[in-house]
């Protein structure tokens, strides 16, 4: 038998959530509304017509949730600041209860021995900045940075690692592309827009937090990067990674890391936008030393030249809609992928981390990477002692883990891992059909129920060594 694969001690296990999907309260102690809000009562947007109101109710049961986390020997947890919650306008006057709860949080995850990472944006933008334009309007960006300076001082170094913006690339594209997410827009120019106020409100927003807490101050982002590929290799099928590469990838590793957009990029979008929205200046502020670079990463897409008639395939693993994400790229088609799938409908492909992280750590040496989302849904089966048996998210999570464990061979610098998700929750268009849980809630009583794959990751954490996928009873 061959030896379990272990882990440096100082390597990172966590598992990770955000505010709009677990939280509730929305209406409570002074929160104001967001996009999500907005977009999630509006009949039609989300599967069944759920919304965030109560959610997990985390914003009430936070300490049973920690007590969670310190079970499960986790090493950090990464949780997101709802920003209409402390600001409820976006600028403007801040919510002291708001900004109390996430203290509290933060100094009982501290307590358990557990790091926060906290991301300041994961999408829920108060309405009354959308109202303005949200992430089109250039004044969104300087709003941000306003806001991370606040929850800097009020955190301050409370927080292990302070991350701006989760997935930009949902935020621009399917915010303002597709429309399949809050606020809803379908417009080619307002999403690349967005990209670049996106950009520019991480490097305002890095350069705040640094102001206020110096060297001192870890700082991250956290991006969705595809892996694609080429259907053939065919020079077509080439430019067409090579297209979906620009605008999925590029678009944000650009000006964050190089400090300019590639010209490609810029090229293939010109009769969309001339960019003009970047202003002079721009870019030296969008590009700042990042401590840790945060992978997002699920599943792989497979796309090839498309010459035919009418739309092209759109098995992109994002919601359905008439509009395309993929602003301004008409020739490109996304293939229905070899299984096996999720409930998501995602391919499973572990080796797709692999080479994303490889591929990073080539083109980015010195920048060092965590994995801050990775994990799956199924449909969960509650046996009738109440365990949840969920050995596909068990495999899942394994292969994955596993596939981290091979780029780290291979010389790539990661130092985390978290799995998405702690807790089952609101997952944006899906509503509560999906679940990522390795905890199950049930939503009529809202009890948590760790499933075997919570008991597994315990296993991972705690020895910091890979368990068979068996290994899932109770400690
Ligand atoms: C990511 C999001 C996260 C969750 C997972 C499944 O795109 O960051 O909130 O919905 O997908």
Known sequence: MSTPRRFPDDFVWGSATAAYQIEGAADEDGR??????????????????????????????????????????????????????????????????????????????????????????????????????????????????????????????????????????????????????????????????????????????????RDVLGDEARTSVTLNLHVVRPDTDSAEDADAVRKIDALANRAFLGPLLDGAYPADLLEDTAHVTDWSFVEDGDLAITRQPLDVLGVNYYSTARVRHFAGEGAPEQNDGHAESAASPWVGVTDVEFLQQPGPYTAMGWNIEPQGMTDLLLSLHATYPDQPLMVTENGAAFEDVVSPDGAVHDPQRVAYLHDHVEAVGRAIDAG??????????????????????????????????????????????????TTRTLPGVDEVSPA
């Open 32 to 209: 104001g509304p967001s996009i999500w809000d907005t977009f999630s009562r509006t009949p039609g947007k989300v599967l069944d017509g759920d919304t965030g109101d109560v959610a997990d109710d985390h914003y009430h049961r936070w300490a049973e949730d920690v007590q969670h986390i310190r079970d499960l020997g986790l090493d950090a947890y990464r949780l997101s600041i709802s920003w209409p919650r402390v600001q409820p306008g976006g600028s403007g006057d801040f919510n002291e209860a708001g900004i109390a709860f996430y203290s509290r949080l933060v100094d009982a995850l501290t307590e358990a021995g557990v790091k926060p990472v906290v991301t300041l944006y994961h999408w829920d933008l108060p309405q009354e900045l959308e109202d303005e334009g949200g992430w089109t309007n250039r004044a969104t960006a300087y709003a941000f940075a306003e806001y991370a300076r606040r929850m800097a001082q009020e955190l301050g170094t409370r927080v292990d690692t302070w991350t701006t913006l989760n997935e930009p690339w949902c935020s621009a594209y399917l915010g303002y592309g597709s429309g399949v997410h809050a606020p809803g827009r379908t417009e080619g120019e307002g999403a690349l827009r967005a990209v670049h106020h996106l950009n520019l409100a991480h490097g305002l927003a890095v350069q705040a937090v």
């Open 412 to 461: 790539a610098d990661v130092g985390g891992y978290f799995a998405w998700s702690l807790l089952d929750n609101f997952e944006w268009s899906y509503g509560y059909s999906k679940r990522f849980g390795i905890i199950r809630v049930d939503y009529d009583t809202l009890v948590r129920t760790w499933k075997d794959s919570a008991h597994w990751y315990r296993r991972l954490a």
